[in-house]
C-alpha cells in the first residue's frame, strides 16, 4: 500500500486530489495534514469515512515535530505538498505569512522526508532511498511572472515572480530542486495555471463573482479587466497531479494548463449570463500592485512524456462550476463569515 500524505488536503485543491485519488480504487492510504485556517474546509470532504484508507490529521506543516511523527507512524512514502498560502492580495498585505507556510513549511517536510527515505541517513554523501518514494511540490505559473501578447512558458521558463506569494512559492521551488540536486531526494514539482472548480474559496475571481452576481451585489473588477490567464479544471488538474507521481521521470517539472485562455471581464461576464444577472452589477475597481497581466502554460512536456490532457472545455467547465455553486449555496454562506466579509472590505472598499 502506497502511504501518501496529502498537504493542505481540506483546501480546494487538496480536496479535490483526495477524493480522486481515493475514488481510483487504488492500494492506497491518504494522510492529510492540513492546519484548517481560513481556507482549510473540513466540509470539502464530507463523506470521506476515516478507516484504512484515509486519516485526517490537524497541523502545521511548519511544526517539524508534528510532521516527524506522522511520518514515523505512517510509514509515509509519498508527499503531495498542496499546503500554502496561496491569494495574492493576502501576500500583499502580510508577506510574512508566505513566508512562514510557503517557504519554511516546504523546507520542513523535506527535511522529513529526506530523514525517513534515506537509506544511510547518516552518510552525507550517499543518495540511496527507499524504493518508490516521491516528493511532489504542488506549485504556480505566477513564479513565471508575466507574458507579453504572445508566447507559452515552458519548464525551462526564467523564474521571474512579482508578488509576495508568487516569490515565496518561488523560492519553495528552489528549495525542492536544491533537495534533489544535493541530496539526491526523488522530486517532482508540477506548475498549473489558474484552477477552477467546486470547493474553492470564495476569495478567487470565479467563485466570488459567482457569489456577489447570485446576491445581486457589485462585481469588483481589477483596473480594465483584460489581465489574461489560462483556466484549468481542478479536475484535471488532480488527473495531471496522479499521473506526475505514477509515471513523472525523477528532478522533473511539469507544467499543467488547460488550454483556456480568457480575459478576467470575459469571465465574469460568462457568469452574470449564466447566473441571469446584470452587467451593471460591474464596478471597476483599482488595480492591485505588480498585477501580472498575461499566463499562458505550454503543456507540450507532460501531454507527450505522460499522455495527460485536459479533458474539460472552459465551456463545460464553466457551466458546471455555475451549476455546483447553485447546488451548494449553504457551502458558501457557512464561509462568506464577519472574517471573511472584514476581508473583503480592505480588498475592494465598497465595492
Known sequence: ??????????????????????????????????????????????????????????????DADAVDRL?????IDTVVNFAAESHVDRSIVDPQCFLKTNVLGTQVLLDCAKKHW?????????RDYKEGVRFLQVSTDEVYGALGKTGRFTETTPLSPNSPYSASKASADLFVRAYHETFGLPVNITRCSNNYGPYQFPEKLIPLMLNNCIQGKPLPVYGDGMQIRDWLHVSDHCKGIFAVLEKGRGGEIYNIGGNNEKANIEIVKLIIEACGGDEGLI??????????????IDNTKISTELGWAPEYSFGQGIAETVKWYLDHKEWTANIVNGDYMNYYGKMYGDA
Open 283 to 296: 464596478t471597476y475597481v483599482k488595480d492591485r500592485p505588480g498585477h501580472d497581466r498575461r499566463y499562458a
Open 71 to 75: 511520518f514515523e507512524e505512517e510509514a
Open 1 to 62: 500500500m502506497k502511504n501518501i500524505l496529502v498537504t493542505g488536503g481540506a483546501g480546494f485543491i487538496g480536496s479535490n486530489f483526495v477524493r480522486y485519488a481515493l475514488s481510483l480504487g487504488r492500494d492506497i492510504r491518504i494522510i492529510n495534514m492540513d492546519a484548517l485556517t481560513y481556507a482549510g474546509n473540513l466540509e470539502n470532504l464530507e463523506g470521506i469515512a476515516e478507516g484504512s484508507h484515509y486519516r485526517f490529521v490537524k497541523g502545521d506543516i511548519t
Open 118 to 126: 534515506k537509506l544511510f541517513p547518516n552518510d552525507k554523501y550517499s
